[in-house]
């Protein structure tokens, strides 16, 4: 839905009478309120939701009580595991991406060998595509971003065996 749109729509409800019109859509909610007869002016608040939240919005049912203690201790036990490698963040916020095309193979594998200057994915923001490359030698123990995902700023992308 674009500007002139919305502008079309308020002046719509302010002709029919209505005090208050709510519009959802999937990436667009807007409420109008016309002003009573106290002599208000129009109001309109206009929320952009935004589409990456989108496939998040269904939460999985908690877990019992009884299941997350053990659940902790893995988690617990894995960090630990984890802490002797090092993780590769992502230096901005944008789509996550592990080939430099669709037809094109994947820059790295779990199990790749890399060195600093390599390129480990593509992450593209505003229509440019930004190559991320390593600043670490190493080999890579896991990818923890699922291909043509959005991540965010400092989102660990990749974990790296320095030994």
């Known amino acids: 839905m674009d500007i002139k749109e919305i502008q079309s729509l308020i002046k719509f409800v302010a002709k029919s009478g209505a005090s208050e019109v709510k519009l959802e859509l999937e990436d667009l909610k807007i409420t109008i309120r016309t002003g009573s007869s106290?002599?208000?002016?129009?109001?309109?608040?206009?929320q952009q939701i935004p589409?990456?939240?989108?496939?998040?919005?269904?939460?999985?049912?908690?877990?019992?009580?009884?299941a997350e203690a053990p659940k902790a201790e893995v988690s617990s036990s894995a960090e630990s595991d984890d802490s002797k490698y090092v993780t590769i963040k992502s230096p901005i916020i944008g789509t996550f991406y592990r080939k430099p095309s669709p037809d094109k193979?994947?820059?790295?594998?779990v199990g790749s060998d890399i060195k600093p200057g390599d390129v480990l994915c593509v992450i593209e923001a505003m229509k440019l595509f930004n190559d991320i490359e390593s600043e670490?030698?190493?080999?890579?123990?896991?990818?923890?971003?699922?291909?043509?995902t959005p991540v965010e700023f400092d989102q660990p992308l990749f974990l790296v065996d320095p030994s």
């Open 105 to 109: 193979p994947t820059f790295v594998e």
């Open 38 to 46: 106290s002599g208000k002016a129009e109001t309109t608040f206009v």
């Open 136 to 148: 670490v030698s190493g080999k890579i123990v896991k990818v923890l971003v699922d291909d043509a």
């Open 51 to 66: 589409v990456a939240a989108a496939p998040q919005a269904p939460a999985a049912p908690a877990p019992a009580p009884t």
